[in-house]
């Protein structure tokens, strides 16, 4: 078999995607394997090689992921610093509604990195007690057992 002739960037950028999009469609890497083979021109790659280039995407996402949190952070902090600057221009009146986007920017900072804490959520019995598991296994009339 012949060596493979080396891509450009954008070529393999565009394999990349093409390997993603049949990844996240569910194909097995034999079958995206045998895709790029159909290719016109075909792009000779083993199922191994494909395993590797989702690995590789994978890892790609994570980073991305992480990349995007830290963007987001500091569009979050321009804000806020904004807002502070702004509030030291303005009179009194016009300072609620500051305030509010100053909350706003917080609440998504927390929520972005995952800072709150889940609402505790309880099941309870009739008037807040707690649930008698007895009585709901127990039949409709237990002295007729």
Do not use: C, Y
């Amino acid at each position: 078999m012949a060596a493979p002739v080396a891509k450009s960037a954008h070529q393999s950028e565009a394999i990349d995607r093409q390997i993603n999009d049949w990844d996240l469609a569910g194909l097995t890497s034999v079958e995206i394997a045998a895709r790029l083979a159909a290719l016109a021109p075909p792009i000779v790659m083993t199922d191994r090689a494909v395993r590797a280039r989702i690995a590789r995407l994978n890892q790609r996402a994570v980073i991305d992921r992480e990349a995007m949190i830290q963007h987001e952070l500091r569009v979050l902090s321009f804000a806020e610093r904004k807002t502070v600057e702004a509030l030291d221009q303005v009179d009194a009146d016009a300072v609620a509604p500051a305030v509010t986007a100053l909350r706003g920017v917080s609440e998504s900072r927390r929520k972005l990195l995952g800072l709150d804490a889940p609402a505790k959520q309880e099941v309870t019995g009739a008037d807040g007690g707690p649930i008698r598991i007895i009585e709901a296994l127990a039949p409709p009339n237990a002295e007729d057992v």
